[in-house]
Structures are given as C-alpha cells and as structure tokens.
C-alpha cells in the first residue's frame, strides 16, 4: 500500500511538472509576441507561431495523464481536485498559446504600414501587467499560495480599465487622421488578445483558490463594464 500511495503522489507531482512546464512556455510567447511587435520582427514573430505547437503538445498530454489518473486511481477530495485543476490550468494556458500566436501573426500586417511608437505607449502598457499576471499566477500555482492568486483576481478589473482607455485613444487617433487606421485597427486586436490573456491568467488563479480550498470565491469576479466598446471591438 505504501508503495501504491509513493508512486500516486509521484504522479501527481510528474502531472504538476507538466502543467509548470507549459506554463513557462505560455509566459514566454506571450513575451516573445509583445517584444516581435515592439520591433515588428518577423522572424520572432514567426518562431512564437511555430512554438505553439509544443503548448498543444502538453495540453494533449496534461488531459491524458489526468484522464488516466482518475481512472486507475479513483482519487478522492484534494487529490481529485489537483488533477481537475491541472487539467483547467493547461486548457487556459493553451488558449493563452493561441492568443500570443494571434499577436505574433499580427506582425506582419502592421509592419507594411509602420509603427507609430505614439500609438504603442498604452499597449505596451498594458503586456507589461498581463506579464505581471502571468508570472504571479503561475507562481501562485507551483507554491500553492491562494493570497497571490487572490491578488491576481483582484487586479484584473486594472487591465480592463486599461483596454477600455486604449481602445478609446486609438479610435480617436484614427478619427483625427485616417492613415493611422490601418495600424490602429492592428492594435486595438493586439490589445484585445493581451486583454483576454488577462482573463485567462484570473481563471488560473480561481483554478488555484478552487484547488487550495475546495470551494470557489464566495464573491463574484470583479470586472470593469466593457459593453461599451465590445460591439465594435476587433474579433
């Protein structure tokens, strides 16, 4: 029996592994696709796409070794919500893939039109608290820590406000001078991918509260009112 229980948690810190591993890849593209837009560098931009493969590659792998888990095993109360956890985190983390590699593909198109760095100040904004997110998230997930992904929860009502103020300046910047739409238009979807990593990053923290406790947050997500803006906002 001991031995049974020795190889189940070794499972489930091998299963752990997985989920910081794909982790660490999701905060780096996002990184390597704001950096390639900063420098509209396609080659980076280029290598962010093909990396996103080994994201799917783990999520594929995360939702089979927890599928099997669960079947041999039959775990039951905190164990069980580890591995439902687990499987959460990688499914955000691989969306988190997809929305860096929309970014990265972006690249292209606005490097034809240039970049004005008047019109990147508030994007760029913007990547450097997603990031922040990313990273606190993840470490809250490796060390366990629910005040930090409390934290993050918390803040994201922050990167809302700041899309909302961003999509207002780029549309105004394309009212005042038509040239500036083409690469105003990139932008405002450039910001709505980082916008909705920042969801994904809450997620993973009410992923880890759920984990941790048992229970979800008594209290609903807090969330800056976007109706405003979400009917013409880049898909």
């Known amino acids: 029996m001991e031995h049974t229980v020795t190889a189940f948690d070794q499972e489930l810190r091998d299963l ?13 593209l996002v990184a390597d696709s704001v950096a390639a837009l900063a420098r509209l560098d396609q080659f980076q931009a280029q290598r962010v796409v093909d990396a996103d493969r080994r994201l799917d590659e783990l999520q594929r792998r995360i939702e089979e070794e927890a599928v099997l888990l669960i079947a041999r095993r ?3 109360a905190s164990d ?10 990688s499914i955000d983390l691989e969306r988190v893939g997809d929305l860096a590699k929309n970014i990265a593909k972006r690249v292209a198109a606005i490097n034809g039109a240039g970049l004005h760095k008047s019109l990147w100040v508030g994007v760029e904004h913007l990547s450097d608290i997603v990031l922040e997110q990313m990273k606190a998230v993840l470490d809250a997930f490796t060390q366990r820590d629910d005040a930090a992904a409390r934290a993050v929860r918390l803040r994201d009502t922050e990167i ?20 500036n739409i ?15 990593i920042g969801d994904h990053a809450t997620n993973i923290a009410e992923t880890v509260h759920y ?25």
Do not use: W
């Open 182 to 196: 083409s690469q105003c238009a990139h932008l405002l979807f450039c910001a709505k991918n980082l916008e909705r």
């Open 16 to 28: 752990a592994g997985h989920v910081a591993e794909m982790g660490g890849i999701a905060e780096r």
């Open 211 to 235: 984990a941790l406790t048992g229970a979800p947050y008594g209290e609903e997500r807090p969330k800056a009112d976007l109706s405003a803006i979400e009917t013409v906002t880049p898909a």
């Open 160 to 179: 809302d406000a700041l899309y909302t103020s961003i999509f207002r300046e780029l549309l105004t910047y394309m009212m005042e001078d038509p040239r």
């Open 80 to 89: 069980l919500r580890e591995i439902v956890a687990a499987l959460r985190i």
């Open 74 to 76: 039959q775990p039951m």
